[in-house]
């Protein structure tokens, strides 16, 4: 069964495994006619690409799309895109000693059940992070689409361990040129603090987990459907094919569910404009599962990488022993960082199938 993003405009098909020849991407249903900004699309790609940071894997990889269908001179012409990424950097040796001994907390093990123990288990397959290239690909085009309809998608990294990066203002949400950091966070002295709290995960042969928080500014009220097709439905159903994504939170989250009604509530107003608004956004953006023309903001919990260079107990499940198992190979100390452009792209795409893709 391919993975694929079933949006009710938007299709996404993605194909390929970590360490296949290469992996891509066919998406359905953009606009055509529309003028692609190549640069800006390699920059967003180049923000989950990997091996250019002690806090990511040393695998390096260009992430350099070829295009193979759907544009004509850089303009959609209405036709799939179909994109493809090469894998030039693999190592699948580095996992040879897994197709027996599964690793804690990885899909091996139920991968290997649910394909017969057929499946690929170098670099995790087609499980792996590795898979959110294409997915990048896609969301950047989703970006610049919307962007011209005046909403912008923005994340950051709220936390790593226990460290707090400075939350979004969930009224006005703001910028500081997040995209632009190597290490994108709004507070930078925090993000240093986080920086030493994986870099000692790292040296520890550990890893480490966090939060991204992302907002959505621009869209009207109206959009979406109470119940099943609600607007958190929906990006929770695309978000959650995130490799690592573990949690979602709307709005107050967990947090509200420790208030009363009377501080959870946000009262309505109409602003300077005659527009109709609340004085605070403990909803998310969300009321009964339609936008309600605030911004949008969630925050998605990753798990610690499961790949770490500590022995940890395993077993066989040819001789149905309990083994130890010493991973090698590159792998990420903390996958946040890196998370973060893949959770505004699964955005973009979610949200520009909610107002119909065009």
């Known amino acids: 069964m391919s993975s694929i993003l079933n949006g009710k405009h938007i299709q996404v098909s993605v194909f390929g495994q970590s360490h296949s020849a290469a992996i891509g991407a066919v998406i359905d249903g953009l606009p055509a006619g529309f003028q692609l900004d190549e640069a800006e699309i390699s920059a967003f790609m180049a923000r989950r690409a990997p091996g250019k940071a002690k806090f990511a894997t040393s695998r390096k990889e260009a992430d350099t799309p070829v295009v193979l269908s759907g544009l004509l001179d850089g303009v959609t012409c209405g036709a799939p895109i179909g994109v493809m990424i090469q894998n030039t950097n693999t190592r699948s040796g580095d996992y040879s000693n897994l197709h027996t001994t599964p690793r804690p907390s990885h899909s091996d093990y139920a991968a290997a059940v649910r394909y017969g123990g057929f499946n690929d288990i170098a670099g995790g397959g087609h499980f792996s992070g590795r898979l959110t290239a294409p997915l990048c690909y896609a969301g950047a085009i989703c970006l610049q689409i919307l962007k011209q309809k005046g909403i912008e998608i923005r994340a950051h990294i709220y936390s790593i361990g226990d460290v707090l990066d400075t939350p979004f203002d969930p009224v006005h949400i703001q910028n500081d040129n997040i995209a632009e950091k190597a290490f994108p966070v709004l507070s930078d002295g925090q993000g240093e603090k986080m920086q030493a709290v994986i870099e000692s995960a790292r040296l520890d042969a550990d890893s480490v987990g966090g939060v991204v928080e992302c907002a959505v500014t621009g869209v009207k009220a109206g959009f979406g459907d109470p119940m099943f097709d609600g607007v958190e439905n929906q990006l929770a159903r695309n978000l959650f ?27 309505f107003t109409v602003d300077a404009d005659g527009n109709i608004v609340t004085k605070k956004n403990d909803h998310g953006g969300i009321l009964g599962g339609i936008t309600s023309g605030m911004p949008i903001v969630f925050r998605a919990a990753f798990k610690p990488t499961p790949s770490i260079g500590k022995v940890q107990q395993s077993v ?43």
Do not use: M, W, Y
Request: hydrophobic residues 35%.
């Open 316 to 358: 066989s499940t040819e001789k149905k022993t309990v083994e130890e198992l010493q991973i090698t190979g590159r792998h990420d100390p903390c996958i946040v960082p890196r998370a973060v452009p893949v959770v505004e792209a699964v955005t973009a795409i979610t949200i520009l199938d909610l107002l119909g893709g065009k």
């Open 241 to 267: 094919a995130i490799p690592a994504l573990k949690g979602l939170e709307f709005g107050s989250g967990f947090a509200g569910a420790k208030k009363r009604g009377s501080e959870n509530n946000d009262p």
